[in-house]
């Protein structure tokens, strides 16, 4: 393996109509982390919905990843920004 370390925390959230929701809460900031955690044997073992890269993606779907919060700090005046969202699908 070639990779850096990466780690991330999930969990079923729901399961319905042959699909299972999980919430993903990424612990390290690699790219496109979220997507191989999912889809690698040795993780989750199931590719998101959509992922052309690392699954498959059926005529016209997207990828099913969204990121429902996020939080930093801004860089000028350091005050803390939340971002709250929750998933259109």
Same mark, same amino acid.
């Given at each position: ?15 319905? +109509? ?5 919430? &993903?809460?990424? !612990?390290? *900031?690699?790219?496109?982390? #979220?997507?191989? @955690? $999912? ?6 073992? +199931? ?5 052309? &890269?690392?699954? !498959?993606? *059926?005529?016209?779907?997207? #990828?099913?990843? @969204? $990121? ?16 709250? !969202?929750?998933?259109?699908?």
């Amino acid at each position: 393996m070639h990779g850096k370390p990466a780690l991330t925390e999930w969990h079923v959230v729901t399961r319905e +109509a042959g699909r299972t929701r999980v919430a &993903l809460v990424p !612990r390290t *900031g690699r790219t496109h982390q #979220l997507r191989v @955690h $999912a889809a690698h044997p040795h993780g989750i073992g +199931a590719p998101i919905a959509g992922d052309r &890269l690392y699954g !498959r993606a *059926g005529d016209g779907e997207r #990828l099913a990843l @969204h $990121a429902e919060a996020l939080a930093f700090r801004h860089p000028h005046t350091g005050e803390r920004i939340e971002i709250v !969202r929750p998933a259109p699908f």
